[in-house]
């Protein structure tokens, strides 16, 4: 497809066509200042940029970044985590570049937050042969190194915080078939927290740390569904306030 949408919080708006269409691929930024493409069915890694109001097409990849994920801003991002290659493609408002650092582990359909240089790949699935894992892989920007994995397999296509730092997060729609359960991270500890009302995989979604986001879309394992929910994983946390 070639659609985009846009949400403010409360309702769904249509927004222009991007310039190509795709499934499967990856997206980072803001709703005012965005960077997505790759996927399948987009051979030269068609990527494009959105300005809350239009998109405009940039530089291709270079190759098909089928399930390809983004992490970063509009400026200054980093694309890894492609089904047809282990390599981190970094970019610099103008180009493309493949950087020469391979994963550790070469898997896909992760979920991916962070920024150019402090980045996160979490869970998905293994590159021959295909396996689900919850590995957790960070991309400072020059080289790999492993976290802590989720303490699940992964599942294709889970959806987390993506604008939020690395040691920040929530990560949604793993674990096999129920696809429901959530994780944040805090820096040291995964912690398992609320599930998802519906499970899916493959769901966008988006963040700015460990207790808020939003996921939106998926599949289910049945059908194609158009959902959204949010997250709100400080809920009942008790707070003291003193006053002076």
């Known amino acids: 497809t070639n659609t985009s949408n ?3 919080g409360t309702s769904w708006t ?3 066509t991007v310039p190509f269409s795709h499934a499967l691929g990856g997206g980072t930024g803001t ?7 790759g996927g399948d069915g987009n051979a030269p890694g068609a990527v494009a940029e959105f300005n809350g109001s239009t998109w405009t097409a940039t530089p291709t990849l270079g190759f098909n970044g089928f ?31 493949a950087s020469g650092a391979s994963m550790p582990v070469h898997k896909y359909s992760a979920s991916s937050v962070g920024t150019a240089t402090a980045g996160a790949w979490i869970a998905g699935s293994t590159v021959g042969p295909a396996a689900k894992t919850g590995i957790v892989q960070l991309y400072n920007g020059t080289s790999w190194s492993v976290g802590t994995s989720v303490p699940t397999t992964g599942a294709p296509g889970a959806c987390c ?13 793993l674990d096999g078939a129920s696809k429901t359960y959530t994780y944040t991270w805090d820096s040291s500890s995964w912690t398992t927290t609320g599930s998802l ?3 899916r995989d493959n769901i966008a979604a988006g963040g700015t740390d460990r207790f808020n986001g939003f996921v939106a879309g998926g599949h289910d ?10 997250f709100l994983g400080n809920v009942g946390v008790i707070k003291t306030i003193t006053t002076s």
């Open 161 to 173: 915080s993506n604008s939020s730092p690395v040691d920040d997060l929530w990560v949604a729609g």
């Open 221 to 230: 394992g049945a059908s194609y569904v158009s959902a959204t929910e949010e």
């Open 197 to 199: 009302t519906l499970g």
């Open 67 to 97: 399930t390809i994920r983004f992490v970063g801003t509009q400026s200054a991002a980093v694309g890894a985590g492609a089904f047809y290659s282990d390599n981190a493609y970094e970019w610099n408002s103008s180009t493309w570049t």
């Open 14 to 16: 249509a927004a222009p």
């Open 31 to 37: 709703a005012t200042a965005a960077i997505g493409g």
């Open 6 to 8: 846009t949400y403010d």
